[in-house]
């Protein structure tokens, strides 16, 4: 059966556009909630394939968004690689074995993505249960972004450690990046082998980096890793996300499908310099979604400028927590029900 999402991830007629948000399986969701009550633990839940299974199909059934995503974190490969992981209430991620110099790279696991089977097994278990109308996303974070944390030890302000390597020992921080976009490009290769029936590339990060060094440490590694997917499966999707470099996008090329657009980016300038040579995936302010009126104004005006070019309707960066289900459950309707032709 095709798939709408798919279809529109190549720039074919779709009855509608079709619709998902990013960050969609998560704590906005009572069913969501009652899950992590129960379990406690956000990474034991990552590494349960029938939790896995359970959580990504929640908002297909209470949204009807036209594509799910595997509930997963770009922080599990590099902790297969090596570096235990935890998440504390009130600061995030943290990493307390961090990266600083070439013998911590050499010792980090080569076969760390073949060690994430949960993974694996989540997307058999989803994909035995998802409509077949539906695409199943899997993800990766960008090398750089999954660096950052490698390297920082948790989330960051200043990129102080890893901007130091930028410019001070750029040789380790780019065998690093190499060590991780390996890894990447297997694990990626293994979801789709589980049936993922696309795969987007998550770069929160990008825009740490002057537009130079943009390409060199982030884009030209995610750059990398679509053209080793496209080579060995030319029909799967391939999405790529960098945030907070609009202004870069001039200079963004390769073979892929889709580009994420971020809120900050108005999708008009996205739409000038891509043209109809990717889909453009975004870009509301997830922030829109407390309010009705504020949802519908910025759908009908990207539904207007979209009209006629390739677009998936999205946010421009992920969901927050406090957001009201039905205001999603609104934005997921409007944007159908306005584009359908
Ligand atoms: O989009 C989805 O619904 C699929 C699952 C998904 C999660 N994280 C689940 C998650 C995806 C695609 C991610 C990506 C991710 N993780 C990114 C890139 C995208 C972005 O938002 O910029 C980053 C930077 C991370 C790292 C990460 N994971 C952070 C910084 C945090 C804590 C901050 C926060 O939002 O609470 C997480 C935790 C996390 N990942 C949660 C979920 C549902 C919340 C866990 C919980 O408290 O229940």
Not at 14 to 36: D, F, H, S
Not at 296 to 317: C, S, T, W, Y
Not at 327 to 339: G, H, M, P, R, S
Request: aromatic residues 12%; contains cysteine; neutral net charge.
């Amino acid at each position: 059966m095709r798939k709408i999402f798919i279809d529109a991830c190549f720039g074919k007629e779709t009855p509608y556009t079709p619709v998902w948000m990013m960050r969609q399986a998560g704590r906005y969701l009572p069913e969501y909630m009652e899950i992590r009550k129960k379990i406690g633990n956000f990474l034991d839940m990552t590494r349960n394939p029938e939790i896995v299974a359970e959580i990504t199909l929640q908002p297909i059934r209470r949204l009807d968004v036209d594509a799910a995503i595997l509930f997963s974190d770009i922080l599990n490969l590099p902790m297969e690689m090596g570096l235990p992981l935890r998440f504390e209430k009130g600061i995030g991620p943290i990493f307390d074995k961090k990266i600083s110099k070439i013998e911590d790279i050499v010792s980090l696991d080569n076969d760390a993505y073949n060690k994430i089977s949960y993974v694996y097994e989540g997307i058999k278990q989803i994909k035995k249960e998802l409509p077949p109308e539906k695409a199943l996303i899997g993800f990766c974070g960008s090398p750089w972004t999954v660096s950052t944390y490698m390297v920082e030890g948790r989330g960051s302000k200043q990129y102080a450690k890893i901007k130091k390597m930028v410019y001070a020992d750029s040789e380790t921080l780019h065998k690093l990046l190499e060590k991780v976009t390996e890894q990447t490009t297997k694990y990626l290769l293994k979801q789709i082998e589980s049936g993922a029936d696309a795969v987007m590339v998550f770069d929160s990060w990008g825009g740490a980096l002057e537009r130079d060094k943009f390409f060199e440490f982030s884009w030209d590694y995610m750059r990398k890793i679509a053209k080793d997917i496209k080579e060995k499966y030319s029909s799967v999707p391939i999405i790529l996300f960098s945030k907070g470099v609009g202004l870069y996008m001039d200079g963004m090329d390769g073979e892929f499908d889709v580009l994420g657009v971020d809120w900050n980016t108005p999708i008009e300038y996205a739409l000038k310099i891509f043209k109809d040579n990717y889909t453009l995936q975004g870009n509301m302010d997830p922030t829109r979604l407390y309010n009705k009126e504020a949802t519908k104004e910025a759908v009908e005006k990207i539904a207007k400028i979209m009209k006629g070019h390739r677009h998936i309707f999205n946010l421009g960066h992920g969901i927050l927590p406090d957001v009201p289900v039905e205001n999603a459950k609104y934005f997921v309707d409007l944007c159908k029900e306005i584009t359908r032709r």
